[in-house]
C-alpha cells in the first residue's frame, strides 16, 4: 500500500555512480628554465657574501683603526683597560706622538697636561670678597669686627688675629698619581694650603708675620705645604708660592701708622749707618794715606842715613890719614858747589893770625861794552 501523501518519485537505479571532477592539468616546466634562476640565485646570493665580507673586514678596519690617537706637546696620556692603567710604572705613561689602542668600551685614554702650569689658592683665611674684587684686590670696607662665618682669620702665637691668603703654581710631575690616586686633587692641595697658613701663623707673632719677619713667614708656610704635598704623594712639583698677610680693616690705620714710624725709623738708622760707614771710611783713608807717607819719608830718611854712614866710612881712612888735607879739600868741593852759579869769583889770600886784611868793593859795577859800542880801531 502506497502512502496518499508522499508523492510518486521516479524509480532511481540503485547504483549511483559517483561524479568524477576533472582537474587542471598541471604544465611540466622545461628543465633549462629552472636552470638558469637557480643559477642567477646562487650568483645574488654569492655577491651579496661578497659584499657582506667586504663590509665586515671594512668594519673591522675601521674598528681598529680608530684606535690610533695623538698624543700632543706638553702632555702625556695613559690608556685605561677595563679602568685599570696599561703598563707598569714608567711604561704605562705614553709620551708625544701617535699611538693605538683598542676602540671604546675596551680601552679608554686620559690625557694629562703636564707642561701647563696650574694655580691653586688659599682663601679661608682671607677677607669675604666677591669675585670682582679678588680680581681687582678691592678690599671690603672696615666693620668694627668680623662677620662669624664669613670673614676668614688665622690666630697667631701671641694671641692675635691675622688675614692670609697664598697662591700656589705648580706642574705635574707624576700623571698616574696625579690623575688616579685621588678624586680631586685640587680640593687636598688647597686644604693643604689652608692648613699651613693657620700652621704657620701659628708659629709667629702678628708684628712678625705682617711686618717684621714676612720672608720667615712665607718659607715656613712654603715647608709646611711641601711636607703635606710630598706626604700624600700628590705627583706635583711646587713651582712658586705667593703668600700675603694683611691685618684687620678696622686696625689697618694703626697698623699702617706703626709700620710708617718703624719704616722712618729704620731709614734714619740706615742714613745714620751709612754717614758713619762713610766717615769710617773716609777716616781710614786718611789714616792710611798718613802712615804711607811716614813709611815712604822713613825709608827715604833711613837709605839717606845708610847712605851718609857708606860715605862716611869710605871717607874715614882718608881723613884718618890727613886730615888737613881732607880738611881743605872738603872745603874746596863745598865752595864749588856754592859758587857754581856765581857770575864772578875772587880770591883772596890769606893773613897770618894777629894781622888785619883791608877788602875794598866797587859796588857799582862798569858797564860791558856791547859789539855796537866797541871802539873804531
Known sequence: ?????????????EKIESTQVKQPAVVPVSRPMEDSSTRALSDALSSSFKIVKVLMVALVVIFLGSGIFTVEPNEVAVVLRFGKPVGSGADQVLQQGLHWSFPSPID????????????????????????????????????????????????????NIIHAKAIAQYLIADPVSFEFNFLKVESLLENALNNALLFASAQFSADDALYRDRLAYKEKVRMRFLESIQKAKLGIELQSLDVQTFPPIFVKEAFELVTQTEQSVSQMRNEAEGDASSMLRRSQGRAQAIISEGLTRSNLITSRVVADAKVFNQLLPHYEANPEFFRKRLIIEGMGRVLGNAQDTWLLPGVDEGSSQELRLQLNREPTLTGEDQPEE
Open 108 to 159: 679608554e685614554i686620559v690625557t694629562v697636561p703636564i707642561g701647563e702650569t696650574r694655580n691653586v689658592s688659599a682663601t679661608n683665611c682671607w677677607y669675604a670678597v666677591s669675585p670682582d674684587m679678588e680680581v681687582s684686590g678691592q678690599l671690603p670696607f672696615a666693620q668694627s669686627s668680623l662677620q662669624p662665618g664669613v670673614d676668614g682669620y688665622a690666630l697667631t702665637s701671641d694671641g
Open 1 to 13: 500500500m502506497t502512502d496518499p501523501k508522499k508523492p510518486d518519485l521516479p524509480d532511481l537505479p
